[in-house]
């Protein structure tokens, strides 16, 4: 049995829930939390794969849009407490001067603190997150691509290329908005500013995690379909003023007609 305790740790954006296992020991019931981020990622720290699903299960009702089962990306990342001699760079290093160590499948660290577990938690809810607003980048230049296609063969929107294509803008904005003020991927994490012995932990994670390299590349994704989609809407822009134009000149040619048929017949 499990329960769930009031919020070890709060941020603006995250909180952090203490979870106590009854067939838990002392010592691992200390470490076993979640933490829930507002864009809808969720970090586990030694949980089983049962107390998981419950809170999976518990946190859908509160989901705006819920990704498929089989489709939700999922990262395992493994913490480990200092051991009394670990190998580092082919030397052997002490335990007491021993410093965090930081590899893309695994961090070892000389204590683990709330503040540790939020920064790891951040850089990895950010990393899930990149996932999936990568995903749905790819989704967007596919449908993009078959968009500018039908246009280069038909020379013409049809209106359902015009909905697909406002869609498109609609969504591209929203991702970038997203991807900047939701999950702060420009910002730094609250704890590594205010306790600069965290900081280490936080930029050689970024770093394992290649976080700026794939919101580059999502934004390379982005900036080439808001390009492109403003050549479009341009030239959607530009055949709507030329159709008023002519219905202007149409409207002038009426008015035209009916003054000459008045002053012909003295009506």
Known sequence: SS???????????SVMLNLRQSDASAVQA????????????????NVTDELREKCLESFRPLCAEIIPDGFQP???YSIILRPPVRKIHQAQVPYDEWQSVIHFDYAALPQLDVH????????LAQSIALDQYSVNADAMLEAFTRLNSSVERTGVFTAVEKKSLFRLVALNNTIFADVIAKIGILERSD????YLEYADVWEKLREEFEIENRFQKIE???NLIQQNSKFFLEVLAGDKSNTLEWIIIIL?????????VEIVYHI
Not at 30 to 45: E, H, I, L, M, R
Not at 116 to 123: C, K, S, Y
Not at 252 to 260: H, P
Request: glycine residues 4%.
């Open 3 to 13: 329960e769930i305790a009031l919020p070890a740790g709060m941020h603006r954006d």
């Open 30 to 45: 200390q470490n076993v939390c979640v933490v829930v981020f507002s864009y809808g990622a969720v970090v586990f720290f």
């Open 116 to 123: 540790n577990l939020a920064v790891i938690a951040t850089v």
């Open 220 to 222: 390379f994704k982005l």
């Open 252 to 260: 002038i040619s009426i008015e035209i007609i009916v003054m000459t």
């Open 74 to 76: 999922m990262e395992d």
């Open 191 to 194: 704890t590594a500013w205010k």
